[in-house]
Nanobody
Framework: QLQLVESGGGLVQPGGSLRLSCVAS???????????IGWFRQAPGKEREGISCISSGDADINFADSVKGRFTISRDDAKNTAYLQMNSLKPEDTAIYYCAAGHKRGLGPCGVYEYEYWGQGTQVTVSS
């Protein structure tokens, strides 16, 4: 069973930064490097939205317009880990953040249904 575990969430003031980590384990049929990794978030009363995703080989990287220029996605396949660096955080960034792994088909935005494996989520709260 492929497992993903997020960490790094917490409370931060507006304008601050956080780095989320997503560590994968339990895979045997495919290497971690073969998966696309996505970051998603869900605020109370709102639908889950794709924030950023990165393909196998880093050939395709996408960001939602709401975070473009503020967030950075990266991966370290040697450590089976993906990261989401969040800078210039705003109160509207408050949400539960999830990482996911899958085999994204095609280029472009990060779709929820393109990812098969999900972490448990980590809470990010941006407040003064």
């Amino acid at each position: 069973q492929l497992q993903l575990v997020e960490s790094g969430g917490g409370l931060v003031q507006p304008g601050g930064s956080l780095r989320l980590s997503c560590v994968a384990s339990g895979f045997t049929l495919e290497a971690y490097s073969s998966y696309s990794i996505g970051w998603f978030r869900q605020a109370p009363g709102k639908e889950r939205e794709g924030i950023s995703c990165i393909s196998s080989g880093d050939a395709d990287i996408n960001f939602a317009d709401s975070v473009k220029g503020r967030f950075t996605i990266s991966r370290d396949d040697a450590k089976n880990t993906a990261y989401l660096q969040m800078n210039s955080l705003k109160p509207e960034d408050t949400a539960i953040y999830y990482c996911a792994a899958g085999h994204k088909r095609g280029l472009g935005p990060c779709g929820v249904y393109e990812y098969e494996y999900w972490g448990q989520g980590t809470q990010v709260t941006v407040s003064s």
